[in-house]
């Protein structure tokens, strides 16, 4: 057991243990305890020594196992009594994981901190089904959005990232898609084509492809869930399986 209270604040990847770094590896080979997530692959808890104490306080939608308040006592607690806390979190824990309140909470009680980035799924995600979030000639930037706020409300930005032409990557939205195609419907892109994935990079991976005015009932009546990314913008024309469906359209022609 570490003597030395320290925090590292890990992020975990997509969900697939491959894509976890190396640094976050060889963090989760020093831990002393390690406090993790709903949407971290048990997988990667058997990088840490075995008798590292395993805590699970995971967070999914409406289903809160801690509180955040505790959490964040937990980390400065843990840190005092065994030494080396991990907290693990599904995804970069900075892009919607929190990471920076832990951080913040951590070192008010002057902790030795230090924060290993992952890598986002809104990155990987679409990119593990061979989808670019930005394409030369057809946009010119991406938006990382939330779909629920932290008063459950649908997030204002959707409807401004539904005016421009940027790829609009929208996390914790699945209960909420009806809502958001119609923003994107208001402004006119009724046809933009949308990709919207489950389990991303995991073995239990589901996807499937639709436009802006399809897309929820399709998503509705394959029985999709969280977690899921939903992906809106010209760049999903490139998936594999439409640009097989356009060629083939060009070529009967």
Not at 28 to 42: E, K, M, R, S
Not at 183 to 201: C, D, R
Request: aromatic share 6%; glycine share 8%; proline share 5%.
């Amino acid at each position: 057991m570490n003597n030395t209270a320290k925090i590292s604040i890990v992020g975990a990847g997509p969900g697939d243990p491959d894509l976890l770094t190396i640094k976050a590896y060889k963090a989760l080979q020093t831990a002393d305890v390690i406090l993790y997530d709903a949407l971290v692959n048990p997988e990667i808890l058997k990088y840490a020594p075995e008798d590292a104490l395993r805590i699970y306080v995971g967070k999914r939608a409406n289903n809160h196992r801690y509180p955040q308040e505790d959490i964040n006592m937990m980390l400065v607690q843990y840190a005092y009594s065994h030494g080396h806390v991990v907290r693990l979190k599904g995804g970069d824990p900075f892009v919607f994981g929190r990471g920076h309140e832990e951080l913040a909470f951590a070192e008010a009680f002057v902790i030795d901190t230090q924060i290993i980035p992952g890598i986002s799924s809104c990155i990987a995600v679409p990119e593990l089904q061979k989808v670019p979030l930005t394409r030369r000639g057809i946009n010119e930037s991406f938006w990382v959005l939330t779909g629920t706020t932290k008063a459950g409300t649908l997030s204002k930005d959707i409807a401004v990232a539904a005016q421009s032409s940027a790829t609009a990557v929208i996390l914790m939205g699945m209960r909420k898609i009806r809502k958001i195609t119609a923003l994107f419907s208001k402004e006119g892109k009724g046809e933009t084509p949308v990709l919207v994935i489950q389990n991303g990079s995991r073995g239990n991976e589901k996807s499937v492809l639709g436009t802006v005015d399809t897309i929820a009932a399709k998503v509705e009546t394959l029985g999709f869930s969280t977690p899921g990314i939903i992906v809106i913008g010209d760049v999903v024309s490139l998936h594999p399986e439409l640009n097989r469906i356009v060629q083939e359209s060009t070529v009967k022609k």
